[in-house]
Nanobody
Framework: QVRVVESGGGVVQPGESLTLTCKVH??????MAWYRQAPGKEREFVAS???????TLADSVKGRFTISRNGAQNAAYLHMNSPEPGDTATYYC???????????WGQGTQVTVSS
C-alpha cells in the first residue's frame, strides 16, 4: 500500500526556519511536490523536484524556500527559510508516478507563522 506522510509542521515566528518532511512508503515517485492551502483559499503549488534533481519553485517562495530529496528517492523536504505570515497554511505532499500514471497525496501538516 502506498502511503505519503508529512511531518514537521508547527508554529514559528517570522524569519524562523522550518523544514517539512514527506516520507513515501512502497513507491518511488518521479516527481515529489509540495502544495499548500490557506483557509478560504484554493490549494496552490509551492515546489517540486523530479528524480533527476530538477527543482521548480513558485514565484512567491523563490529565494526563501528550497526543496530536496534523499538519495533513496523516498523522501522529500521543504526547507522554509525566512517564512512570513502569508506562508501560514496546511502543506501537502504530492507524489506523481512516472509516465503521468497518477498521483498520491498526504494528509497535510499545518504551518503557522506568527509573532
Amino acid at each position: 500500500q502506498v502511503r505519503v506522510v508529512e511531518s514537521g509542521g508547527g508554529v514559528v515566528q517570522p524569519g524562523e526556519s522550518l523544514t517539512l518532511t514527506c516520507k513515501v512508503h512502497n513507491r518511488i515517485f518521479y516527481i515529489m511536490a509540495w502544495y499548500r492551502q490557506a483557509p478560504g483559499k484554493e490549494r496552490e503549488f509551492v515546489a517540486s523536484m523530479n528524480t533527476g534533481g530538477q527543482a521548480t519553485l513558485a514565484d512567491s517562495v523563490k529565494g526563501r524556500f528550497t526543496i530536496s530529496r534523499n538519495g533513496a528517492q523516498n523522501a522529500a523536504y521543504l526547507h522554509m527559510n525566512s517564512p512570513e505570515p502569508g506562508d501560514t497554511a496546511t502543506y501537502y505532499c504530492n507524489g506523481q508516478l512516472f509516465h503521468a500514471r497518477g498521483d498520491f497525496w498526504g494528509q497535510g501538516t499545518q504551518v503557522t507563522v506568527s509573532s
